[in-house]
């Protein structure tokens, strides 16, 4: 199926009537709300994310684009509504549990450590290699070793490994990010914002990253850069003031008078 079929096929069997569908969907969020002292940040009926999708969620400042990774990843518990992934009901999991289940998640500043080599910001972020700062060098089996390479490999830092990350630019560290998230091998992805800073071609770079990452995971992507997203040429969910706003192709949200006045309206 091309992009405009599956499209089609989403809306025609849409998630608002089908509900939680565990063949169809990884990432399924039901009637949730988050609400801070009275105010909803976050209100959907429906969201459903497919296996081995690339999903790009946009929305002008404030549409509660960032509350939903909390919500997915459990930094926010929701006030009504319920998460689920994998067909479990993950509403109620600690965010270390989610975590552990396979949603890894990259924050908009890159936790990367400056003094640390690229090397070695891949050993720290092994599984289970949280506690060993004091023994760093001592713990890296062969296997881990072959799979750290293998990443760098992919994402074109192989060349670095030896660099401290303070020395890598803006891009490769955004890449570094999401390295470190790869070796997990966590089943959904969430990005936020990972073209924000970068250059043309860094931006270019990571677009294809995102997309070659696609076959092994399921990503979502929130991104405010539009020619960022055109190059994704995926899915886009639009947000707004908490609520699902639209959905399509970036050709069509771009085209839809409730998303032009929302993005000029502020
Ligand atoms: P976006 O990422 O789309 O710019 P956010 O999800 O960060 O939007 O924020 C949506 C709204 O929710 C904003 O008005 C923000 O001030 C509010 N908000 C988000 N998190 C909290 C919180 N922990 N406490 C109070 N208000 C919050
Ligand atoms: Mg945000």
Redesign the pocket.
């Known amino acids: 199926m091309n992009l405009e079929e599956r499209i089609a096929d989403y809306k025609l069997d849409s998630p608002r009537v089908s509900r939680f569908s565990e063949e169809r969907f990884l990432l399924f969020l039901e009637d949730v709300t988050a609400v801070?002292?009275g105010?909803k940040?976050l209100d959907i009926e429906a969201l459903g994310i497919g296996h081995n999708e690339l999903r790009v969620i946009i929305?002008p400042?404030?549409?509660?684009?960032?509350?939903?990774c909390d919500v997915v990843s459990g930094k926010?518990r929701p006030t009504t509504g319920n998460v689920y992934f994998q067909g479990k009901d993950i509403t109620h999991e600690t965010e270390t549990d989610i975590a552990l289940m396979g949603i890894g998640r990259k924050f908009q500043t890159p936790a990367v450590f400056d003094s640390l080599t690229t090397y070695q910001n891949m050993e720290l972020a092994l599984p289970g290699h949280q506690r060993l700062w004091s023994n760093l060098y001592a713990s890296v089996t062969a296997e881990e070793n072959d799979r750290i390479l293998e990443i760098l490999e992919r994402v074109g830092l192989a060349d670095e490994s030896d660099t401290e990350a303070k020395y890598l630019s803006h891009g490769q560290r955004q890449w570094l990010a999401i390295s470190s998230l790869i070796l997990s091998n966590p089943k959904l992805l969430l990005v936020d914002e990972p073209a924000a800073g970068l250059t043309d071609s860094e931006t270019e770079l990571t677009a294809e990253l995102l997309l070659e990452l696609k076959d092994d995971h399921t990503i979502i992507v929130i991104e405010h850069d539009m020619d960022f997203v055109r190059q994704l040429n995926s899915f886009v969910t639009v947000?707004n003031e908490?609520k699902i706003m639209a959905e399509g192709t970036m050709e069509e949200v771009q085209e839809n008078e409730e998303v032009i006045e929302a993005y000029l309206g502020r």
């Open positions: 801070f002292d105010f940040a929305g400042n404030g549409a509660g684009k960032t509350t939903l926010t947000l908490g």
